[in-house]
C-alpha cells in the first residue's frame, strides 16, 4: 500500500511569492494535518482537516491555508513568502480526526531566496 | 511554538549499547508517540502509547507512559548503525487534534 505521498519534494521560491504544497493521505484515511519543521527543531502544526473541514490551526499567520478535497487530498497554500517560511513542509494523515497516530509523508522541502 | 522538553539532545553510543531518553511536559497528554526521522525523511512512527503506566514494545524498542501523564520513555536495546536518526516524542492533549512535538534526540551509532 502506498503511504502518504507529497509534491514537490523540493521547491525554491523568491521572497513574495506564492507556493502550494499538495498532500495525498494513506488510503482508507480521512485526516490531514500540515506540519512545518524548521532545521533542529521538531515539527510544528499548521492546520488538521477533517471531511474537507479546518478542525485545527496552530499559531500562524493568515497567509497559510488549506483546503481538503472529496478524495481526501489536501493542498498547503502559502502567501507572500518569507526567508523564514524556508522549512520543511509535513503531510501526516491519520484514520478519522482524533486518531492520534499520524503517518508522514517525506515532506517538501521549501527554500525561500 | 509549544514544544516538549526531550532529552538528551544528542548521544553517541558504541554498538551494542542500550540508549534511554525521555520527554517531559508541562501539560498532560492523553496520547504519547515516538518517531524516528532519518536526513531527507519524514519522521516514521515507531511505537503509540495511550494509557497511563502504559509499556510497549517494539522489537529492540520499549516505551512507557508516565504515571503523571506529563511524561514519556524510549529505551533502545543493542543498538545497531541503523538505529542512527533523530528520535522525536510527540502528546496529543484530550480533545485536541495535533501533535505537540519535542526537539529530538540525535542518535549517532559507532560500528
Known amino acids: 500500500d502506498a503511504g502518504v505521498t507529497q509534491s514537490p519534494t523540493h521547491l525554491i521560491k523568491t521572497r513574495g511569492q506564492h507556493v502550494t504544497l499538495r498532500c495525498s493521505p494513506i488510503?482508507?484515511?480521512?485526516?490531514v494535518s500540515w506540519y512545518q519543521q524548521v532545521l533542529g527543531q521538531g515539527p510544528q502544526f499548521i492546520f488538521q482537516?477533517?471531511?474537507?473541514?479546518?478542525?485545527g490551526r496552530g499559531n500562524f499567520p493568515d497567509r497559510f491555508s488549506a483546503r481538503q478535497f472529496p478524495n481526501y487530498s489536501s493542498e498547503l497554500n502559502v502567501n507572500a513568502l518569507l526567508l523564514g517560511d524556508s522549512a520543511l513542509y509535513l503531510c501526516?494523515?491519520?484514520?478519522?480526526?482524533?486518531?492520534?497516530?499520524?503517518?508522514f509523508g517525506q515532506g517538501t522541502r521549501l527554500t525561500v531566496v | 511554538g509549544q514544544q516538549l522538553n526531550q532529552s538528551p539532545q544528542s548521544m553517541f553510543i558504541q554498538e551494542g549499547e542500550d540508549v534511554s531518553m525521555n520527554c517531559t511536559s508541562s501539560?498532560?497528554?492523553?496520547?504519547w508517540l515516538w518517531y524516528k526521522q532519518d536526513p531527507g525523511e519524514g519522521p516514521v512512527l515507531l511505537i503509540a502509547l495511550y494509557k497511563a503506566g502504559e509499556l510497549t514494545s517494539n522489537g529492540r524498542l520499549t516505551a512507557q507512559f508516565g504515571i503523571t501523564r506529563k511524561d514519556s520513555f524510549l529505551n533502545i536495546s543493542a543498538s545497531i548503525p541503523s538505529d542512527v536518526g533523530i528520535y522525536f516524542c510527540?502528546?496529543?492533549?484530550?480533545?485536541?487534534?495535533?501533535?505537540?512535538f519535542g526537539k529530538g534526540t540525535k542518535l549517532t551509532v559507532n560500528p
Open positions: 510527540a502528546g496529543q492533549e484530550g480533545g485536541s487534534e495535533k501533535l505537540v
Open positions: 482537516y477533517y471531511e474537507k473541514e479546518e478542525r
Open positions: 501539560s498532560i497528554f492523553n496520547t
Open positions: 488510503s482508507g484515511h480521512k485526516s
Open positions: 501526516a494523515s491519520s484514520l478519522w480526526e482524533g486518531a492520534a497516530e499520524a503517518f
